[in-house]
């Protein structure tokens, strides 16, 4: 499967950003789908994953409650809301598909888009 990130940006904190997964090339139904990021100089993190049917999801503890993963397999499109942004939530995200289902583990995903620069101002 390979997979296409947008919907990145510069926005104030407190604003709110969708960013958008296309995938193509695979039945896209049978892949968990999960969203990473990785700010400058830290190390790659999780986000959040979402099921093969959507009906699974597991966040991160720190964008629980603002940020919300949805798929539409009708499309092939996993897409995520991000509410209430803080400078924090700076960094390159990444969406990814695995063939297992809802994993936070990154070692499980073998596909890996390009990712999308989201930069959040104080």
């Known amino acids: 499967v390979q997979l296409q990130a947008s919907g990145g940006g510069l926005v104030q904190a407190g604003d709110s950003l969708r960013l958008s997964c296309a995938a193509s090339?695979?039945?896209?139904?049978?892949?968990?789908m999960g969203w990473f990021r990785q700010a400058p100089g830290k190390e790659r993190e999780f986000v959040v994953t979402i099921s093969k049917s959507g009906e699974g999801t597991f966040y991160a503890d720190s964008v629980k409650g603002r940020f919300t993963i949805h798929r539409d397999n009708a499309k092939n499109m996993v897409y995520l809301q991000m509410n209430s942004l803080k400078p924090e939530d700076t960094a390159v995200y990444y969406c990814?598909?695995?063939?297992?289902?809802?994993?936070?583990?990154?070692?499980?995903?073998?596909?890996w888009g390009q990712g999308t620069q989201v930069t959040v101002s104080s």
């Open positions: 090339g695979s039945t896209f139904s049978s892949f968990g």
């Open positions: 990814a598909a695995n063939r297992y289902g809802a994993v936070v583990s990154a070692q499980a995903y073998d596909a």
